[in-house]
């Protein structure tokens, strides 16, 4: 007697619950254990399962399906998305030194390029949960995004030979391909941790042709960069709405935050950056990103409300000269986009000569805006000086040159002040900086 193969039904619980085959609800995920060549325990058999996850990948593509990635497979070639995706990766992945308790790929030592890259083919692709390993001798990235509207959502990333996250092209586009072919923008990172890697935890730089096509309106949620080989947040070549919120940056042997010449308005809010070799937060161009309430150390740092100390030195300006100092002392704040700052200067000789001037002010000031006046008045208290019957001193900031001029005024008419060999002067201003 012939058997009868009677296909099996599923009836999910609930109100309007409606009955399917069984097989079509086991297909809604694309699973890349099903493929060929795909080994689950490929971390400890050394099996190569990039092609079986690629070729799943067109399945789940093809039939508008979210791939499924279980096990710690082995990658020895880069896995390139070039087209609209979405993967998840399943169990708890990452903590720092800790490799277990989850699904991850293992990124074999002899790939030497990036583990995973989504190019801008594949704009709003989306990984769920992915992490990564690198074992020993692997060269090159572990996510590489260089296209838009890119989410990568609970990924991790440990070990890789550069940086953990790369957003933007390492290279420019070659023509005839547009300037904004290589453009990452829109991308949305959340939940993503990166730790002991070569290079960056996570880098935002794109290496556009044109400056306004840099990596922009990126949003970084809650990440998490430690003991990485150089920075924890490397920003570069990235100029527009960028939001990072949250950031934990620590123990890496670089920078906490480091802001290259290319980074503008950037905004960091909240988090905290401590325990970085070479220190928490550095900015190349001052002020041209935005921290608002980071800790860092302990200490708060936010770059709109910040002051410091400078070193006020007295020179000519014929022969700058040098001066023997009884006090030498500066102090400013930034409010706002204005600098106010205080000066006590107190010398017993002096080499210089011409006219006197005050420099070693701390911020470059704007000298670009026609609407800010060339020089603003200083409030200046002076002792040690001669003066002429009725002469009085004042002082002007000089807004094209950064520095301050000491001026004479008798009967209207106002003068530079020559140099002197001994004098003291008490000051306080403000200016407009170049921010």
């Known amino acids: ?73 082995r990658i020895k070639s880069k896995l390139v998305l070039n087209a609209p995706t979405r993967w998840r ?19 074999d ?24 390993v690198g074992y020993p001798g692997n060269i090159g990235d572990g996510f590489y995004v260089t296209g838009n509207y ?29 300037a904004n072919f290589y453009n990452a923008n829109v991308c949305r990172v959340e939940n993503f941790a990166a730790a002991h890697n070569g290079r960056d935890g996570i880098s935002i730089d794109d290496a556009s042709l044109e400056p306004s096509l840099d990596a922009n309106a990126i949003e970084l949620r809650a990440p998490f960069c430690y003991a990485n080989g150089r920075h924890g947040l490397y920003l570069n070549r990235t100029i527009l709405g960028n939001v990072i919120t949250c950031p934990a940056m620590e123990a890496n042997s670089g920078w906490g935050i480091y802001c ?10 909240g988090g905290d950056v401590e325990a970085n070799t070479a220190g928490q937060i550095h900015e190349n161009i001052p002020f041209a990103n935005r921290f608002i309430e980071v800790l860092k150390q302990g200490a708060q740092y936010h770059n709109m409300l910040q002051n410091g100390s400078f070193t006020p030195t007295v020179s000519g300006t014929t022969a700058a000269g040098s001066g023997t ?21 107190e010398w017993s000789a002096h080499t210089g000569t011409g006219y006197m001037v005050v420099t070693g002010l701390p911020l470059p000031p704007n000298a670009f805006d026609a609407n800010i006046p060339n020089f603003v008045p200083v409030d200046l208290v002076a002792a040690g000086f001669t003066l002429a019957a009725g002469a009085q001193m004042y002082a002007r900031y000089n807004h094209n040159i950064n520095t301050i001029q000491i001026l004479n005024s008798v009967g209207g008419l106002l003068t530079q002040k020559p140099m002197t060999t001994t004098g003291t002067l008490n000051m306080k201003g403000m200016y407009i900086p170049n921010i």
Do not use: W
Request: hydrophobic residues 40%; glycine residues 12%.
């Open 1 to 73: 007697m012939a058997l009868i193969s009677t296909p099996l039904d599923f009836t999910a619980t609930g109100t309007g619950a409606a009955t399917r085959p069984l097989t079509q609800v086991v297909d809604e995920f694309v699973l890349a254990s099903n493929f060929a060549g795909y080994d689950e325990n490929g971390e400890y058999t050394g099996t190569d399962s990039a092609a079986a996850i690629m070729a799943a990948d067109a399945v789940a593509r093809s039939r508008n399906r979210e791939l499924v990635l279980t096990g710690q497979p």
């Open 89 to 107: 990766m399943h169990g708890q992945h990452f903590k720092p030194g800790f490799t277990g308790g989850g699904s991850y790929i293992v990124k």
């Open 109 to 132: 030592g002899s790939l030497h390029d990036a583990a995973i890259e989504i190019t801008p083919n594949a704009y709003g692709t989306i990984l769920d949960g992915v992490a990564l």
């Open 150 to 178: 890119i989410r990568l959502f609970n990924c991790a990333v440990q070990g890789m030979g550069d940086d953990g996250l790369r957003i933007g092209s390492r290279i420019a586009p070659v023509p005839p391909q547009p």
């Open 260 to 269: 290259d010449a290319g980074a503008y308005h950037n905004v960091i809010v």
């Open 325 to 345: 100092y009884v006090l030498r002392r500066g102090f400013y704040s930034v409010i706002g986009k204005a600098v106010q700052f205080m000066a006590e200067l």
